[in-house]
C-alpha cells in the first residue's frame, strides 16, 4: 500500500479517498461457493432436459415440486390478519412452547417441572449458532465440540465461528457404508471427559445412517460413564420414519435416563417452512430458577445479533401444534413424506440390483431420512453432473426428496453407468 | 438424577434489556392512564399497532398465488427484494449501482444488518493505527455497544447532542472526526436519528463528509427510518445518496420495521458500497460465508411482502401514502404538544425542539430523576434518558402526559 499512497501524497483529497476506498476491500480474498447451496446453483445454469437437482435437502412432492403442507397451507390463512408486532427476545411463546413438547414429550420431567429453558431460532442453523455460543461462554468443562465423521458441512463453521475447538469422532464405515459402532464407541471412551459431544438425533446428515435403539442405549451408557454432554441436532423429527414420537427416541431416553441435554429443532424439513427459517433451541436445566437465568444469557447471545426472531414461520408452527385437528393433519403429512422417500429407496435399490450394477446396495433401503450416501466417489458424482447432469454434493450424498417416478429410472441407469466406468 | 447437575450452575442472572424491560413493566400496570412511550413502534391515533393497508393487500396477494412456497431463499436473500431495496436507498440512478458495485444482503431486520456490517469489519476492515473501533454518537441507539461488542470491535463515543441546546454539538463532533486516526470506521444514523430526533442539516452533512473524505474514514450508515423522518422517502435518503456521490467508501443498514411496520417479521437489509464490480464480488462471497454459519438464508415471509410493495407501482405509491399517514400524525403530535407547553401550560423552558426534532423520537430534555418520577408516579413508561416515542402519543392521552411532563419540570410531581 506505501508503493500506492506516496505517489498520491501530494493528490487531491478525493483522490486520495479514492485510493483509501481503493484500499479499503483489496485484501479480501474471494470466498468458496457453499458446497451444499452451490450444487443447486450449479443445477440451475443447466439447461438440459433431464437434469435432476438431488443437491439440498428440501422434499419434492412426486412431480419434483415444492410441497407445501395443506395443514401449513390452512394455518397461514388462520395467521393473515394478525398483527406484526416484535416478538420477546426468545421467540413466541406458544411457539417455543409446543416445540419443547413436540421433542421432549409430555411425559418429561424437566418438561413437567417447567425446566427446560428454550428459545425460538432462526431454524436448525440458528439454534446451533446460539447454542454454540452459549457455550463457548457458559459451558465450564470445555471448548471442543465433537462432531460425527462425516456431518453435514456447515456444522463445523457455525461451531467454529461460536468460538469454539472442533474435533470429529469416528461414525460412519466406508466399507461396510453403515456405522462404525466399534469405532464410534472407542472415540467416545477416549474423548476427555465433560467433552461435548454432536449427536444427530434421527435421519444422520449427509449418511442416513442411524443407531439402532440398542445401539443409543449403549451409547448413552458410555456418555453417562464419561461425563460428556450430550448436544442433540434433531432436524428431522417426523421424516426419518414418518412418526415425530418414534423418531425422538434418542432425545427422550437420555432425558430419562437422567441425562443433561442440549437440544436444536428445525421445522425446515417435517413442516416444509424451510425458508420461513423455524427453529428451537433448548437446555434441560436443574429447576425453574436456573432456567430463568440460563434463557436471560440465551437473551444476551441474541440481541446483539438481530433482537428478536421472525413471526410468520413461528405462528404457522404454533397454530398447528396447538390445533388438534390441525396436529393430526400434519402428522399424516409427515408420514405420507416419509413413505414416498421410503418407497424412492425401495424403487432405486431395485433398479440397481436390476441393473447389475457392482456393489452391495442395500445401503439404499437402511439409511433412514432424506439424504442416501451413495458410496459414490467424488470423481463419480463429478461425471454425474457433467455428463448425465445430475446434481448432488461431491460426497456422494442424495437427496431422496428428489428422485421421483419420472426420473428414477434416468437416476438409476445413470448410477449404474457411473459405478460401471460408462457414463 | 441429572448428570451434569451442577453444569449450568454457575451462569449468572443476566439484567433484562432496558427497553423489552420498561415494555413488561408498562404491561403489568394497571392504571388505566398509563401511557407506553418507549418502543419505538408505531402506534394509531387509538394506541393500536397499525397494520399498513399496503401490508394487508401484500399479504392477500401471496396468500392467494399459487406459485408461492416456503423454499429457501439465497444465502443473500430474495434477489427481487435486495435490489429493490438498494434502489430504494441509494436511489435508482445510483452510480454505484449502475456500476455493480453494491453488495446486497437480506438481514434479520436493522439489527441483523448492523451485525452483519460489524462482523464484516471486523473480519475483514484495515482498522488503521486507531485500532478496532468504532465511533458511535453520543448517544445512539442502545443496542449498537452490544453489537459491535458482540464482534470484538471497541465502541467509543464522538459528541453529538448538545444538552445545552436539546441541538446538534455540531463543532464538537467536526472536532472528533478531525482528530480520529485515519481510517476509523464513524457510525452515522442516516436521518431521525435514535434517540435524540436531532439531525444534521445537508450544509453541515456536507462538512461533515468533506472532513471524512480528507481523514480517508468509513461510514458506517444505519437507516431504519426512511420514509419515517420528512415523510419522503428520498429527502430521507439525501444523506447516504450525497456520500455515495462523494465516493466515501461505506455500508449502509436498512431496516422495514418501521416505515413498513413489519417489525416482527424481521426485513431488512445491509449493502456495501465497494469500489469496483470485482471488489464487490469478492466482498460478497466473503458475506454469504458469514451469513451461512449464523442463519444459512434469511426468512421468506418479510421480504416477500416487501418486494411486492417496492416493485408494484399500485402499491409503492399506496405505501407512500402509509408512510405519509404516519409521519404525519407524528408531526401532529410534536405540534400538538408543542402548543400544550408553551402555550397553555407555559411550562418552563424551551420546548421548540419537540417541533424541530424528527423521526419517531423525542429527546425530551428531561432528567433521568424526571423519567422515573414520570413512570413511578404518572405510569407514563419512557426511557430514563428522557426519550419519549412521539407514535405512543394520540388525541387521547397528550394532554395527560403534557400535565404530567409539566409538573414534572415544575418539580411538582
Same mark, same amino acid.
Given at each position: 500500500?506505501?508503493?500506492?499512497?506516496?505517489?498520491?501524497?501530494?493528490?487531491?483529497?478525493r483522490?486520495?479517498?479514492?485510493?483509501?476506498?481503493?484500499?479499503?476491500?483489496?485484501?479480501?480474498?474471494?470466498?468458496?461457493?457453499?458446497?451444499?447451496?452451490?450444487?443447486?446453483?450449479?443445477?440451475?445454469?443447466?439447461?438440459?432436459?433431464? /437434469?435432476?437437482?438431488?443437491?439440498?435437502?428440501?422434499?419434492?412432492?412426486?412431480?419434483?415440486?415444492?410441497?407445501?403442507?395443506?395443514?401449513?397451507?390452512?394455518?397461514?390463512?388462520?395467521?393473515?390478519?394478525?398483527? /406484526?408486532?416484535?416478538?420477546?427476545?426468545?421467540?413466541?411463546?406458544?411457539?417455543?412452547?409446543?416445540?419443547?413438547?413436540?421433542?421432549?414429550?409430555?411425559?418429561?420431567?424437566?418438561?413437567?417441572?417447567?425446566?427446560?429453558?428454550?428459545?425460538?431460532?432462526?431454524?436448525?442453523?440458528?439454534?446451533?449458532?446460539?447454542?454454540?455460543?452459549?457455550?463457548?461462554?457458559?459451558?465450564?468443562?470445555?471448548?471442543?465440540?465433537?462432531?460425527?465423521?462425516?456431518?453435514?458441512?456447515?456444522?463445523?463453521?457455525?461451531?467454529?465461528?461460536?468460538?469454539?475447538?472442533?474435533?470429529?469422532?469416528?461414525?460412519?464405515?466406508?466399507?461396510?457404508?453403515?456405522?462404525?459402532f466399534?469405532? =464410534?464407541?472407542?472415540?467416545?471412551?477416549?474423548?476427555?471427559?465433560?467433552?461435548?459431544? =454432536?449427536?444427530?438425533?434421527?435421519?444422520?446428515?449427509?449418511?442416513?445412517?442411524?443407531?439402532?435403539?440398542?445401539?443409543?442405549?449403549e451409547?448413552?451408557?458410555?456418555?453417562?460413564?464419561?461425563?460428556?454432554?450430550?448436544?442433540?441436532?434433531?432436524?428431522?423429527?417426523?421424516?426419518?420414519?414418518?412418526?415425530?414420537?418414534r423418531?425422538?427416541?434418542?432425545?427422550?431416553?437420555?432425558?430419562?435416563?437422567?441425562?443433561?441435554?442440549?437440544?436444536?429443532?428445525?421445522?425446515?424439513?417435517?413442516?416444509?417452512?424451510y425458508?420461513?427459517?423455524?427453529?428451537?433451541?433448548?437446555?434441560?436445566?436443574?429447576?425453574?430458577?436456573?432456567?430463568?437465568?440460563?434463557?436471560s444469557? =440465551?437473551?444476551?447471545?441474541?440481541?446483539?445479533?438481530?433482537?428478536?426472531?421472525?413471526?410468520?414461520?413461528?405462528?404457522?408452527?404454533?397454530?398447528?401444534?396447538?390445533?388438534?385437528?390441525?396436529?393430526?393433519?400434519?402428522?399424516?403429512?409427515?408420514?405420507?413424506?416419509?413413505?414416498?422417500?421410503?418407497?424412492?429407496?425401495?424403487? &432405486?435399490?431395485?433398479?440397481?440390483?436390476?441393473?447389475?450394477?457392482?456393489?452391495?446396495?442395500?445401503?439404499i433401503?437402511?439409511?433412514?431420512?432424506?439424504?442416501?450416501?451413495?458410496?459414490?466417489?467424488?470423481?463419480?458424482?463429478?461425471?454425474?453432473?457433467?455428463?448425465?447432469?445430475?446434481?448432488?454434493?461431491?460426497?456422494?450424498r442424495?437427496?431422496?426428496?428428489? &428422485?421421483?417416478?419420472?426420473?428414477?429410472?434416468?437416476?438409476?441407469?445413470?448410477?449404474?453407468?457411473?459405478?460401471?466406468?460408462? =457414463? | 438424577?441429572?448428570?451434569?447437575?451442577?453444569?449450568?450452575?454457575?451462569?449468572?442472572?443476566?439484567?433484562?434489556?432496558?427497553?423489552?424491560?420498561?415494555?413488561?413493566?408498562?404491561?403489568?400496570?394497571?392504571?388505566?392512564?398509563?401511557?407506553?412511550?418507549?418502543?419505538?413502534?408505531?402506534?394509531?391515533?387509538?394506541?393500536?399497532?397499525?397494520?399498513?393497508?399496503?401490508?394487508?393487500?401484500?399479504?392477500?396477494?401471496?396468500?392467494?398465488?399459487?406459485?408461492?412456497?416456503?423454499?429457501?431463499?439465497?444465502?443473500?436473500?430474495?434477489p427481487q427484494?435486495?435490489?429493490a431495496?438498494?434502489?430504494?436507498? %441509494?436511489?435508482?440512478?445510483?452510480?454505484?449501482?449502475?456500476?455493480?458495485?453494491?453488495?446486497?444482503?437480506?438481514?434479520?431486520?436493522?439489527?441483523?444488518?448492523?451485525?452483519?456490517?460489524a462482523?464484516f469489519?471486523?473480519?475483514?476492515?484495515?482498522?488503521?493505527? #486507531?485500532?478496532?473501533?468504532?465511533?458511535?454518537?453520543?448517544?445512539? @441507539?442502545?443496542?449498537?455497544?452490544?453489537?459491535f461488542? !458482540? +464482534?470484538?470491535?471497541?465502541?467509543?463515543?464522538?459528541?453529538?447532542?448538545?444538552?445545552?441546546?436539546i441541538?446538534?454539538?455540531?463543532?464538537?463532533?467536526?472536532?472528533?472526526?478531525?482528530?480520529?486516526?485515519?481510517?476509523?470506521?464513524?457510525?452515522?444514523?442516516?436521518?431521525?436519528? !435514535?434517540?435524540?430526533?436531532?439531525?444534521?442539516?445537508r450544509?453541515? @452533512?456536507?462538512?461533515?463528509?468533506?472532513?471524512? %473524505?480528507?481523514?480517508?474514514?468509513?461510514?458506517?450508515?444505519?437507516?431504519?427510518?426512511?420514509?419515517?423522518?420528512? #415523510?419522503? %422517502?428520498?429527502?430521507?435518503?439525501?444523506?447516504?445518496?450525497?456520500?455515495?456521490?462523494?465516493?466515501?467508501?461505506?455500508?449502509v443498514?436498512?431496516?422495514?420495521?418501521?416505515?413498513?411496520?413489519?417489525?416482527?417479521?424481521?426485513?431488512?437489509?445491509?449493502h +456495501?458500497v465497494?469500489?469496483?464490480?470485482?471488489?464487490?464480488?469478492? +466482498?460478497?462471497?466473503?458475506?454469504?460465508?458469514?451469513?451461512?454459519?449464523?442463519?444459512?438464508?434469511?426468512?421468506?415471509?418479510?421480504?416477500?411482502?416487501?418486494?411486492?410493495?417496492?416493485?408494484?407501482? +399500485?402499491?409503492?405509491?399506496?405505501?407512500?401514502?402509509?408512510?405519509?399517514?404516519?409521519?404525519?400524525?407524528?408531526?401532529?403530535?410534536?405540534?400538538?404538544?408543542?402548543?400544550?407547553?408553551?402555550?397553555?401550560?407555559?411550562?418552563?423552558?424551551? @420546548?421548540?425542539?419537540?417541533v424541530?426534532?424528527?423521526?419517531?423520537?423525542?429527546?425530551?430534555?428531561?432528567?433521568?430523576?424526571?423519567?422515573?418520577?414520570?413512570?413511578?408516579?404518572?405510569?407514563?413508561?419512557?426511557?430514563?434518558?428522557?426519550?419519549?416515542?412521539m407514535?405512543?402519543?394520540?388525541?387521547?392521552?397528550?394532554?395527560?402526559?403534557?400535565?404530567?411532563?409539566?409538573?414534572?419540570?415544575?418539580?411538582?410531581?
Open positions: 500500500m506505501q508503493a500506492i499512497a506516496r505517489p498520491l501524497a501530494r493528490a487531491s483529497p483522490a486520495l479517498s479514492r485510493a483509501a476506498a481503493l484500499s479499503t476491500w483489496s485484501a479480501v480474498p474471494a470466498g468458496p461457493p457453499d458446497p451444499i447451496l452451490g450444487v443447486t446453483e450449479a443445477f440451475k445454469r443447466d439447461q438440459d432436459p433431464r /437434469k435432476i437437482n438431488l443437491g439440498v435437502g428440501a422434499y419434492r412432492d412426486g412431480n419434483g415440486k415444492p410441497f407445501v403442507l395443506p395443514s401449513v397451507k390452512k394455518a397461514e390463512e388462520l395467521v393473515a390478519g394478525v398483527d /406484526k408486532e416484535y416478538l420477546p427476545i426468545t421467540g413466541l411463546p406458544e411457539f417455543t412452547q409446543r416445540a419443547a413438547l413436540l421433542a421432549y414429550g409430555e411425559d418429561s420431567a424437566p418438561l413437567k417441572s417447567n425446566s427446560i429453558a428454550v428459545t425460538q431460532s432462526i431454524s436448525g442453523t440458528g439454534a446451533l449458532r446460539i447454542g454454540g455460543a452459549f457455550f463457548a461462554r457458559f459451558y465450564p468443562h470445555s471448548k471442543t465440540i465433537y462432531l460425527p465423521t462425516p456431518t453435514w458441512g456447515n456444522h463445523t463453521p457455525i461451531f467454529r465461528d461460536s468460538g469454539l475447538e472442533v474435533k470429529g469422532y469416528r461414525y460412519y464405515d466406508k466399507r461396510t457404508v453403515g456405522l462404525d466399534e469405532g =464410534l464407541k472407542e472415540d467416545l471412551k477416549s474423548m476427555p471427559e465433560k467433552s461435548i459431544v =454432536l449427536l444427530h438425533a434421527c435421519a444422520h446428515n449427509p449418511t442416513g445412517v442411524d443407531p439402532t435403539r440398542e445401539q443409543w442405549i451409547i448413552s451408557n458410555i456418555i453417562k460413564e464419561k461425563s460428556l454432554f450430550p448436544f442433540f441436532d434433531m432436524a428431522y423429527q417426523g421424516f426419518a420414519s414418518g412418526s415425530t414420537s423418531d425422538a427416541f434418542a432425545v427422550r431416553h437420555f432425558v430419562s435416563t437422567g441425562h443433561q441435554i442440549a437440544l436444536c429443532q428445525s421445522f425446515a424439513k417435517n413442516m416444509g417452512l425458508g420461513e427459517r423455524v427453529g428451537a433451541f433448548s437446555l434441560t436445566t436443574a429447576d425453574p430458577e436456573e432456567k430463568a437465568r440460563v434463557e444469557q =440465551l437473551k444476551i447471545v441474541i440481541r446483539p445479533m438481530y433482537s428478536n426472531p421472525p413471526l410468520h414461520g413461528a405462528r404457522i408452527a404454533s397454530t398447528i401444534l396447538g390445533t388438534p385437528e390441525l396436529y393430526s393433519q400434519w402428522e399424516g403429512e409427515v408420514k405420507g413424506m416419509a413413505e414416498r422417500i421410503i418407497s424412492m429407496r425401495d424403487r &432405486l435399490y431395485d433398479n440397481l440390483v436390476a441393473q447389475k450394477t457392482p456393489g452391495d446396495w442395500s445401503h433401503k437402511s439409511q433412514i431420512g432424506m439424504f442416501s450416501f451413495t458410496g459414490l466417489t467424488t470423481p463419480q458424482t463429478k461425471a454425474l453432473a457433467e455428463k448425465a447432469h445430475i446434481y448432488m454434493t461431491a460426497d456422494g442424495i437427496s431422496m426428496a428428489g &428422485l421421483n417416478a419420472h426420473n428414477i429410472d434416468y437416476f438409476s441407469e445413470s448410477v449404474s453407468k457411473a459405478v460401471k466406468g460408462d =457414463l | 438424577m441429572a448428570v451434569h447437575a451442577e453444569t449450568w450452575e454457575e451462569v449468572p442472572l443476566a439484567p433484562p434489556d432496558s427497553i423489552f424491560k420498561l415494555t413488561a413493566a408498562y404491561k403489568a400496570d394497571s392504571f388505566p392512564q398509563k401511557i407506553n412511550l418507549g418502543v419505538g413502534a408505531y402506534r394509531d391515533d387509538d394506541s393500536k399497532p397499525w397494520v399498513l393497508p399496503v401490508v394487508k393487500k401484500a399479504t392477500e396477494l401471496l396468500l392467494t398465488d399459487p406459485d408461492i412456497d416456503h423454499e429457501y431463499l439465497p444465502i443473500t436473500g430474495l427484494f435486495t435490489s431495496a438498494a434502489k430504494l436507498i %441509494l436511489g435508482r440512478d445510483s452510480p454505484a449501482i449502475l456500476e455493480d458495485r453494491v453488495v446486497s444482503v437480506q438481514t434479520i431486520s436493522g439489527t441483523g444488518a448492523n451485525h452483519l456490517g462482523l469489519l471486523s473480519r475483514y476492515y484495515r482498522f488503521g493505527e #486507531g485500532g478496532k473501533k468504532v465511533w458511535l454518537s453520543d448517544p445512539t @441507539w442502545v443496542n449498537h455497544f452490544a453489537i461488542r !458482540n +464482534v470484538q470491535i471497541e465502541p467509543v463515543t464522538y459528541p453529538y447532542y448538545d444538552p445545552a441546546t441541538g446538534l454539538a455540531f463543532e464538537p463532533f467536526l472536532e472528533t472526526l478531525r482528530s480520529a486516526a485515519p481510517r476509523s470506521v464513524f457510525l452515522l444514523h442516516a436521518c431521525a436519528h !435514535n434517540p435524540t430526533g436531532v439531525d444534521p442539516t450544509e453541515q @452533512w456536507g462538512q461533515i463528509c468533506d472532513i471524512i %473524505l480528507e481523514k480517508g474514514h468509513y461510514a458506517f450508515f444505519d437507516c431504519a427510518y426512511q420514509g419515517f423522518a420528512s #415523510g419522503d %422517502l428520498d429527502n430521507d435518503a439525501w444523506a447516504v445518496r450525497e456520500f455515495v456521490k462523494r465516493g466515501v467508501p461505506l455500508l443498514c436498512q431496516s422495514f420495521a418501521k416505515n413498513a411496520g413489519l417489525y416482527g417479521e424481521r426485513v431488512g437489509a445491509m +456495501v465497494a469500489p469496483t464490480e470485482e471488489a464487490a464480488d469478492r +466482498v460478497k462471497s466473503q458475506l454469504s460465508v458469514l451469513q451461512r454459519s449464523e442463519i444459512s438464508n434469511p426468512p421468506a415471509h418479510g421480504a416477500r411482502l416487501v418486494s411486492l410493495i417496492l416493485n408494484e407501482p +399500485v402499491l409503492f405509491a399506496q405505501w407512500k401514502e402509509d408512510i405519509k399517514t404516519m409521519a404525519h400524525r407524528i408531526i401532529e403530535m410534536r405540534k400538538e404538544l408543542h402548543k400544550l407547553l408553551t402555550e397553555e401550560l407555559k411550562t418552563p423552558g424551551n @420546548w421548540d425542539h419537540i424541530n426534532q424528527i423521526g419517531m423520537f423525542s429527546f425530551t430534555g428531561i432528567s433521568t430523576e424526571a423519567s422515573q418520577a414520570l413512570t413511578e408516579k404518572a405510569h407514563i413508561y419512557l426511557t430514563t434518558n428522557g426519550r419519549i416515542s407514535a405512543g402519543l394520540n388525541r387521547k392521552n397528550i394532554r395527560y402526559f403534557a400535565e404530567n411532563l409539566d409538573k414534572v419540570v415544575r418539580g411538582q410531581l
